[in-house]
């Protein structure tokens, strides 16, 4: 099982990016899905989760800006960041609980740097 995330850049402030993040392999069900990121020096924290079923949880500081997806169908999970601020700069890293068979793990994707600069 594999993630790959894409859609990372650099963009201005105030503007947006769309990061996607596919799972393949044998995969039997794709439980929740989420996007975390990681700043210079600083820990890896959580942006948003998504389940199966649709229900989503933000953290505080991209309330309002971002939107996670997914399309079940494609086993994909999406992140739309809206109002990109400097502060937002970091690798993102998407993740997933997938069950193989009778066994559910985590996995996480490669990561993608996005940059918010002027």
């Known amino acids: 099982v594999q993630l790959q995330a894409s859609g990372g850049g650099l963009v201005q402030p105030g503007g947006s990016l769309r990061l996607s993040c596919a799972a393949s392999?044998?995969?039997?069900?794709?439980?929740?899905m989420g996007w975390y990121r990681q700043a210079p020096g600083k820990q890896r924290e959580l942006v948003a989760t998504?389940?199966?079923?649709?229900?989503?949880n933000y953290a505080d500081s991209v309330k309002g800006r971002f939107t996670i997806s997914r399309d079940n169908a494609k086993n994909t999970v999406y992140l739309q960041m809206n109002s990109l601020k400097p502060e937002d700069t970091a690798v993102y890293y998407c993740?997933?609980?997938?069950?193989?068979?009778?066994?559910?793990?985590?996995?996480w994707g490669q990561g993608t740097q996005v940059t918010v600069s002027s």
């Open positions: 993740n997933a609980y997938i069950r193989v068979l009778f066994k559910t793990n985590n996995y």
């Open positions: 392999g044998s995969i039997s069900s794709i439980n929740d």
């Open positions: 998504i389940t199966s079923g649709g229900s989503t």
